[in-house]
């Protein structure tokens, strides 16, 4: 199984997580839910997930189908820095996002998801031995044409 | 163009239908659970959110057991088989199988949505319930259950706890996250992307669906919506009591109502799909017990591997594929070649093009990257699952037939070109077919030399019967580089073509379907054409616009009927 391309399973389960996060942060906060701010919070998060991990990476061989309108998302993305680039990071910065919605049951699969995809994240860039700073800032350019 | 119309317009039908069943089930729960008398105190303290949980968790159990039908490869290959219930377009629709699959999973992921966020909103009710705010009717059946010859309503049974952690606390909360996260994590493997870069990562993942219906089985054991018991709902009159509920322990007109969970269903939903499944993966052990033999083994230029097998009471149709395992390799791996034999030979073949991890690994096994020529004994053990798929059969049912072959599309097509050779020997059955065209659009033929090979033996072989009409093909190459281009024009006039080496030349780019498509029209009028195509949806849908627009209207003109082929 060495050759699977984990990275790009953990960007599909990443983006999926943003987008439930969401979902529970929306209902919690108009259902006015018990502690309903970690609700907003979950929205917020899920948004910052979601145009993180929009931009489909290059991968390491063959070509990369690249999502629709990838190119604007992609100038957002790159502002971020180290962010965009190094798998390290993202994996701690998706833990770290995924702790305080797991607090409210609305976003509780959503913290679960994303934990997922921080754990994916994890085993590319240690276990895996796939470099950790894979996405270099070309790879996250549109190709030409 | 009325087979084309029949045809889709069945998949439309039963699309609908399907549809249509969601919605009666849907309407219908979601009705009963808001008028039910047995669950007027559960609305009480939940609103309509107590039915919308129930109506998709009935949709759900309905998905649930149509999804494992459509994979299901050994009972489809049977239902096509029995050709007496299923002719022409209803078996057409048993090989948009996937497609159905994916449709089911679609809405298992829409209504599981609805499913959670209404539960959300349930325990939610639940905890406010218990809160000192709470008034009333909603205050006096929360506190039910606490004496012991009450029976609790409400399942949260203190207002200072988190509902994460009573979620967490029962087999429904742990199952049902269980549930979820399986569900996700193969929808996010299974997207078309992760299955063309790493069908390895597909197949695996998908294997939680193991976890799934387990998980699913017991989900409603912990019984958490409860509605009243029928005992009760004769004693206690609820339009009489719901405002008397100050008397419920005092007054003999207005005991206190009873409650009890409702039992489990979904494991009635889906045992049967599940025991059809796992007979299914019964029959794929004992076809893995049996005896594979290997009676040859070609290893073509470009890392393509032909072999020839043997299999007891193995028969096959032109177009279908099998699935093959190496334990050598991988114990729990079955990837799919299709046959490029045809079904008059004693043996079947594949040809395996080393494109990723397993398949390199087996051309490797079998000695084809140059190494030392292998003893058959020494050759890795193989298993055979199949055949399955559609059959490319109706070739030879129409007058005229044309196949269109993109890339790797192409080898579906070399069963059905050897088939054609075996078939135009034989003095009986007549044949009906008498004219085949045949295009072959490939970036690179080197990849697909065999095929080549294949051309120029059936070339030669119809030749020698005076046969050479029935074959037509033409060759488009649409990747190509300057040194060709010059030594192509240097050997421009000779009898064969410089790549191929067959007598009809081969054309460079893309082909003009307008030209070719009028040409035929022009050539046979008044026949019936099939149309075979198998390669990108892109392409498909060009030769789909064709065959409508090169079909007479006067049903006695020449007419195309479009056959794609889903592998």
């Known amino acids: 199984m060495g050759q699977i391309e984990w990275a790009m399973w953990a960007n599909e389960q990443a983006l999926a997580s943003g987008l439930i996060l969401i979902t529970g942060g929306i209902v919690a906060t108009a259902g006015q839910f018990t502690q309903w701010y970690f609700g907003a919070y979950s929205i917020v998060a899920g948004v910052f997930v979601c145009l993180l991990e929009y931009p489909r990476g290059k991968r390491r061989k063959g070509s990369t189908m690249e999502r629709c309108g990838q190119k604007y998302m992609t100038k957002v993305v790159k502002l971020f820095g180290p962010l965009s680039r190094n798998y390290y990071v993202r994996a701690f910065l998706h833990l770290g996002l995924s702790v305080p919605a797991g607090f409210l049951l609305a976003t509780i699969l959503g913290t679960a998801c994303l934990a997922i995809a921080s754990g994916i994240y994890l085993l590319v860039s240690g276990v895996c031995g796939q470099p950790a700073d894979a996405m270099t800032p070309q790879s996250l350019q549109p190709p030409a044409g | ?567």
């Open chain 2, 1 to 567: 163009m009325e087979c084309w119309v029949l045809n889709e317009s069945l998949s439309v039908i039963l699309v609908l239908s399907w549809l249509g069943i969601n919605l009666y089930l849907f309407v219908d729960t979601f009705h009963w659970y808001e008028e039910e008398e047995s669950f007027f105190y559960t609305r009480v303290i939940l609103g309509s959110t107590l039915a919308w949980a129930r109506a998709s968790a009935v949709c759900l159990n309905f998905n649930c057991m149509l999804i494992l039908l459509p994979i299901s490869r050994n009972l489809i290959s049977f239902i096509r088989g029995a050709s007496i219930c299923c002719r022409g377009p209803w078996r057409k629709q048993l090989d948009k199988n996937l497609k159905f699959h994916k449709l089911v999973a679609y809405a298992i992921a829409v209504n599981a949505t609805i499913h959670i966020v209404a539960h959300a909103c349930n325990l939610e009710h639940y905890h406010q319930g218990q809160s000192s705010e709470a008034r009333g009717l909603l205050a006096a059946l929360s506190k039910l259950g606490d004496t012991s010859n009450e029976s609790y309503l409400n399942p949260i049974r203190t207002f200072h706890t988190n509902t994460t952690s009573e979620l967490l606390m029962t087999i429904t909360g742990i199952s049902g996250l269980m549930i979820s996260l399986a569900f996700i994590l193969i929808v996010t493997s299974s997207t078309e992307f992760i299955r063309q870069t790493s069908y390895e990562l597909f197949w695996y993942t998908h294997h939680l669906f193991i976890i799934f219906f387990i998980s699913l089985a017991i989900h409603g054991a912990g019984r958490i919506v409860r509605g009243q018991t029928p005992e009760s709902l004769s004693r206690h009159n609820v339009t009489f009591c719901r405002d008397h509920y100050a008397e419920w322990q005092a007054a003999a007109s207005c005991p206190v109502p009873q409650f009890s969970g409702k039992e489990p269903s979904a494991w009635k939903w889906v045992l049967g799909p599940v025991v059809l499944y796992v007979c299914e993966r019964l029959i794929r052990i004992w076809r893995f017990h049996q005896e594979v033999v290997i009676t040859k083994v070609v290893s073509h230029p470009s890392g393509v591997l032909e072999l020839h097998m043997k299999k007891r009471h193995f028969c096959m149709a032109p177009g279908q594929y099998v699935l093959i395992q190496c334990p050598s390799i991988s114990w729990l791996e079955w990837h799919p070649f299709t046959l490029t034999s045809a079904p008059q030979e004693d043996f079947f073949s594949v040809h395996i093009r080393a494109a990723g991890d397993w398949t390199r690994t087996l051309c490797r096994a079998f000695g084809a990257e140059g190494q030392a020529w292998k003893e058959p004994w020494n050759l890795p053990r193989l298993a055979v699952d199949g055949p399955f798929g559609a059959a490319l059969t109706d070739v030879f049912r129409y007058p005229v037939s044309v196949c269109i072959a993109a890339g790797i599309g192409v080898t579906p097509f070399a069963a059905v070109l050897k088939s054609l050779w075996y078939r135009c020997c034989e003095p009986q059955p007549p044949l009906t077919l008498s004219k085949v065209y045949f295009y072959w659009i490939c970036r690179d033929s080197r990849a697909f030399e065999w095929f080549a090979d294949l051309l120029l033996s059936l070339e030669t072989r119809m030749s020698e019967q005076g046969k050479t009409h029935l074959l037509s093909y033409h060759i488009f190459l649409t990747g190509w580089d300057e040194n060709q281009v010059f030594h192509i024009a240097l050997h421009w006039d000779e009898n064969t073509d410089v790549i191929t080496g067959l007598k009809q030349k081969t054309f460079y780019g893309r082909p003009n379907w307008n030209n070719e498509f009028r040409q035929i029209a022009y050539t046979h009028p008044g026949s019936s054409i099939g149309v075979f195509f198998c390669g990108p949806k892109a392409l498909s849908k060009t030769l789909q616009r064709m065959c409508r627009l090169y079909s007479s209207a006067d049903p006695r003109g020449v007419h195309f009927h479009y056959n794609k082929e889903s592998f």
